[in-house]
């Protein structure tokens, strides 16, 4: 698998960075994890917009979702005719969710480029991946994914909390895409966020076997979390970045 960092800014774009999105890749396959804001723009360094095969929305905070309304103009109103329709795996409530972002009637909404379907826990193939799902602490439904291809795996967390669920989900896996949004000791809002302290147990607790700590916001101090994870897991810690490229 080839995971590629499309955005990797927490709660809004950094200088840097686009929010939450990530394209993976394999087979030829492509699937791109979450499409937060200013991440169409991005996507397109590292493909064509008309070759993603699938989109796994985490959950529907602006920051995971909302440039799918970019994505519906750029295939509703291509030159070339609409392709057909892509599927959108996302909470339950995806379609009028983002119907609703772009001020048009739920009906037919977004309906007629996208096809929705409801994430709920479990596992199901898609194209030459096994994806497992499960539901993981935050204040809205949010899912993370794993994705495993040739006894390979990654684990993306989406946004959470302490997660019992995501430890299970990461078990064993190779490469471990966690959040780190809070900083240890002066965030302390429970069931939002990890922090790189939190990261680093999680990571510990699966036996993950590389750690790199994404949505760090623009407010937080990126190289404070990633020293805060190593000391609690021994592996590599890194942080994600705009454009990295990941072989699994």
Known sequence: MKLTVVGCSGSFPSVDSPCSSYLVEADGYRVVLDLGNGALGALQKYTSLYEVDAVLLSHLHADHCVDLCAYWVARNYRAEGCPALLPVYGPAGTAERLARAYDMPENPGMKEVFEFRTLTP????????????????????????RLEHGGRSLVYSGDTG??????????DTDLFLCEAAYQDGRDTYRAVHLNGREAGEHATAAGARRLVLTHIPPWTD???????????????????????????
């Not at 302490?162 to 430890?167: G, N, Y």
């Not at 994870?229 to 490229?245: D, F, I, K, Q, S």
């Open 122 to 145: 479990g596992s199901f193939e898609l194209g030459p991946f096994r994806v497992s799902v499960a539901q993981v602490n935050h204040p809205v439904d949010t899912f993370a994914f």
């Open 162 to 171: 302490e997660s019992p669920a995501l430890v299970e989900l990461a078990r």
């Open 222 to 248: 990126a190289e404070r979390n990633r020293r805060d994870a190593a000391t609690t897991y021994a592996g590599p810690v890194e942080l994600a970045r705009a454009g990295a490229v990941y072989e699994v």
